[in-house]
Nanobody
């Protein structure tokens, strides 16, 4: 089992920055990919970014590429999402997730473990 706890959400004005963090505990050894997803009210959960734990390779959704940066800590039990140039459309609940199977990293169903989420609100 893996436990994930997110932190760092908040409210900012458009153009501002926030950094989200996700702390993982438990048996993280089977984890091969960590991801961030977001869900706005009335919308489906959307993939934002992932990082592969074995080679630190990040991947991003087109909507955040160039603005968001995903990284993992040296101990590989923390994952961060630095968000710059925030837009009102980035407003959502952000979730950290851990994947243990070798399936499409953009699909939420392929992540076995999830945090409770942290709210990000961007005002115009």
């Amino acid at each position: 089992q893996v436990q994930l706890v997110e932190s760092g959400g908040g409210s900012v004005q458009a153009g501002g920055s926030l950094k989200l963090s996700c702390a993982a505990s438990g048996d993280t050894s089977p984890t091969n990919c960590m991801g961030w997803f977001r869900q706005a009210p009335g919308k489906e959960r959307e993939w934002v970014a992932s990082i592969f734990t074995f080679n630190d390779n990040p991947v991003y959704a087109d909507s955040v590429k160039g603005r968001f940066t995903i990284s993992q800590g040296n101990a590989k039990n923390t994952v961060s999402l630095q968000m710059n140039g925030l837009k009102p459309e980035d407003t959502a609940m952000y979730y950290c997730a851990a994947r243990t199977i070798w399936q499409n990293f953009m699909r939420a169903n392929n992540y076995a473990y999830w945090g409770q989420g942290t709210q990000v609100t961007v005002s115009s």
